[in-house]
């Protein structure tokens, strides 16, 4: 089974900082990234996704993550933050298994952006 | 186009009672999963139906059981609730895979 680990529960950063999210998995075989937003009492948002192809997605709000097949890493970062990026990320990947495909997901990264 | 809705938004509980959440997918969406997220954790997989059958099932005990309807609508029933099971509840659609997979707002469920 495959898993995901994001290894910081919490990241604090200025206002105008750049920011790094970490985000590890575990399968070596072809797999399908995700990083999903969460603001405080809402449901999951799609920030971005790597199916294929080229290794750099970006999202329309400035976020970007690189796919690192070697490293088996899809860290999320973005290179000036604001007070309004402040949320829940969660990074997940897809298993697929039979006839399911599931996302599984990681503990997530609080990220909080000071004034 | 309105996204996916769920409700109640929130529910509360006694231990033993059942509960029913329900969920209704983006139109066109055929696939309907189920995650239960557990304050402070990441989502957990409950359930994935499409075309109104079951696909997969999570690690999660027979109390948990879920049906989707002919109009893709999917219900999750929870039986003999206990203190553990107090969650947000996600409710995500798919027109097949999970490649594009778009989550609800969640039920938040508290079990006294």
């Known amino acids: 089974a495959q898993s995901v680990t994001q290894l910081d529960s919490q990241v604090p950063v200025f206002e105008e900082a750049p920011v790094e999210l970490r985000c590890n998995y575990s399968s070596s075989v072809s797999v399908y990234l995700f990083w999903y937003v969460q603001y405080p009492n809402q449901g999951l948002q799609l920030l971005l996704k790597?199916?294929?192809?080229?290794?750099l997605v970006e999202s329309i709000n400035g976020f970007e993550a690189e796919f690192n097949k070697s490293q088996t890493s899809f860290h999320l970062r973005k290179p000036s933050v604001h007070i309004s990026d402040t949320a829940e990320y969660f990074c997940?990947?897809?298993?697929?298994?039979?006839?399911?495909?599931?996302?599984?997901f990681g503990t997530g990264t609080r990220l909080q952006v000071f004034p | 186009d309105a996204g996916v809705t769920q409700s109640p938004t929130h529910l509360i509980k006694t231990r033993g009672q059942h509960v029913t959440l329900r969920c209704s997918p983006i139109s066109g969406h055929k696939s309907v999963s189920w995650y239960q997220q557990v304050l402070g954790q990441g989502p957990q997989f409950i359930f994935q139906?499409?075309?109104?059958?079951?696909?997969g099932r999570g690690n999660f005990p027979d109390r948990f059981s879920a049906r989707q309807f002919p109009n893709y609508s999917s219900e999750l029933n929870v039986n003999a609730l206990l203190l553990g099971d107090s969650a947000l509840y996600l409710c995500a659609s798919s027109p097949t895979s999970v490649y594009e997979q778009f989550f609800g707002p969640g039920t938040r469920l508290t079990v006294l």
């Open positions: 997940a990947v897809s298993e697929v298994s039979g006839n399911t495909d599931k996302l599984i």
């Open positions: 139906y499409y075309e109104k059958e079951e696909r």
């Open positions: 790597y199916l294929s192809g080229s290794t």
